[in-house]
DNA sequence: TATTTATCCTATAGATTTAATAGATTAATG
DNA sequence: CATTAATCTATTAAATCTATAGGATAAATA
């Protein structure tokens, strides 16, 4: 499942791109305009910032706004950071594995190779979105 | 991410599966050799049982066999048994729709229309795999 | 029919994750 | 220097996942 964090942070860079200026864009106008509670898209579009896809401004007129160009913005590392592992079993995670506690070997595991699959046609979608098909 | 219930479960069938007589397999033999939980993979294959994929028998000699041949045994059939939905959101699933309370028009969601590529190819992968791909 | 074996059922506890809230702080601008 | 708005920390509330416990039920065997 699609965490709530992911999905609106999704909303908040696709809303936030569509502003050709690129001029700040303030929490509470996303918020409202999207209906998330203003408090948790806070958090989301800090993640966000700190994670290199925003800058923000503080102060009167400050907000949000793209550091790159949404062409730029690869929806595998968005997801990356909003919602963690692509895969979904740590032991075929690109970029976060984790062997099994309980599987003595990966190659002969049913689990492992089917959710190699699985992984492979969702990074393939993944790294071939940017956040400019999002719009 | 993929529950341990659903990675239990698919060892389980596995292990069954590779039976070839079908005969009753008991739980502690399955647990012992997957390292599973002995109490947690009854209650798996309790719902296995309950979805029609597994009949049981009980009392000496008994345990858990196949109702129908691995190759009739969809992956996507059993994705929804054990893991549920099989799309990433509600609003994108076939078997689980549900509407998102905070989006007006799912045409023009970004979120949604991603959701769509991304429920598609998995949905092919788990349509087109059955129990005995995975042997 | 007594004994053994194994499934079936209900309840619940602990851990983890997710979602949201509250309040104080810091910085930029006019 | 007052206003505006982002930032940070801490905490709570709810939901879900994982696992365990204990007994009930049913079938086979001797």
Redesign the pocket.
Known sequence: ML???TKYGLKALTFIARRTDNKPV???TIAKSENI?Q??L??I??TL?KSGFLG?????????YLLKDPKEIKMSSVMRVLEGPIAMIPCVSLNFYEKCDDCPDENTCAVHNLMIEVRDCTLNIFNNKSLSDLI
Chains 1, 2 share one sequence.
């Open positions: 965490s709530k964090k303030q929490i509470a509670s408090k948790f806070e958090s579009l800090l910032r923000s401004k503080k102060g009167k007129g400050g907000g949000y």
